[in-house]
């Protein structure tokens, strides 16, 4: 089994910075990709940011420039960099990871339980 865990929310002030990382942990033969989903109040979770086995990334388009997803593959960690954080930024923010147990089994999405980020006027 597969477990995807993420920390580094909070509460920050519009302009504020926050890191969140996502640790994947469990019986991991190696992890195709990595992203970022939200979900604020009352809206669709988004996609929000994703990083390949290829290291390609991709973005919301409100958050280029300000936001940056990166891989530490060692550690089987991902981490979402948030600058110029925004009130309509605020949402719980989820880790999504393709994952392969073993070298001959197609990758399976895990998910984490998510970290709220609360970005105040």
């Known amino acids: 089994q597969v477990q995807l865990v993420e920390s580094g929310g909070g509460l920050v002030q519009a302009g504020g910075s926050l890191r969140l990382s996502c640790v994947a942990s469990?019986?991991?033969?190696?992890?195709?990709?990595m992203a970022w989903y939200r979900q604020a109040p009352g809206k669709e979770r988004e996609l929000v940011a994703t990083t390949t086995h290829a290291y390609n990334t991709q973005y919301l388009d409100s958050v280029k420039g300000r936001f940056t997803i990166s891989r530490d593959r060692a550690k089987n960690t991902g981490y979402l960099q948030m600058n110029s954080l925004r009130p309509e930024d605020t949402a719980v923010y989820y880790c999504?990871?393709?994952?392969?147990?073993?070298?001959?089994?197609?990758?399976?999405?895990?998910w984490g339980r998510g970290t709220q980020v609360t970005v105040s006027p």
């Open positions: 469990g019986s991991i033969f190696s992890v195709s990709s």
């Open positions: 999504n990871a393709a994952v392969r147990t073993t070298a001959w089994e197609a990758a399976r999405v895990y």
